[in-house]
């Protein structure tokens, strides 16, 4: 019922930047929240940086200062900007979105397939 498309992601040098986008498409009626997250090999799993429905943000704390979270609602797109990466931050990227479609009577989160993101040192 909605599809989640992410692109962005890739190989970069220790300091590099990147920007991840989300692309949020099908039977919407209404997106609330739009988060990333991330998951390093033998890792949980961990939240990156979220946006509520109102603008408000919030981040994981090694992240705080090199990455911005931001959306377009008229495109359904979050974007995910990355400055002064680090080789710690290496790691599968997945976009999250909660969503009320045309067809639920409450909000339910979509997954993206995930995007890698390479950092070397």
């Known amino acids: 019922q909605v599809q989640l498309v992410e692109s962005g992601g890739g190989l970069v040098q220790a300091g590099g930047s990147l920007r991840l986008s989300c692309v949020a498409s099908?039977?919407?009626?209404?997106?609330?929240?739009m988060a990333w997250y991330r998951q390093a090999p033998g890792k949980q799993r961990e939240l990156v940086a979220g946006?509520?429905?109102?603008?408000?943000?919030n981040y994981l704390d090694g992240v705080k200062g090199r990455f911005t979270i931001s959306k377009d609602n008229a495109k359904n797109t979050v974007y995910l900007q990355m400055n002064s990466l680090k080789p710690e931050d290496t790691a599968v990227y997945y976009c999250?979105?909660?969503?009320?479609?045309?067809?639920?009577?409450?909000?339910?989160?979509?997954w993206g397939q995930g995007t890698q993101v390479t950092v070397s040192s």
């Open positions: 099908g039977s919407i009626f209404s997106i609330k929240d």
């Open positions: 999250n979105v909660r969503v009320l479609t045309h067809f639920s009577v409450r909000e339910e989160d979509y």
């Open positions: 946006i509520t429905g109102g603008g408000i943000t």
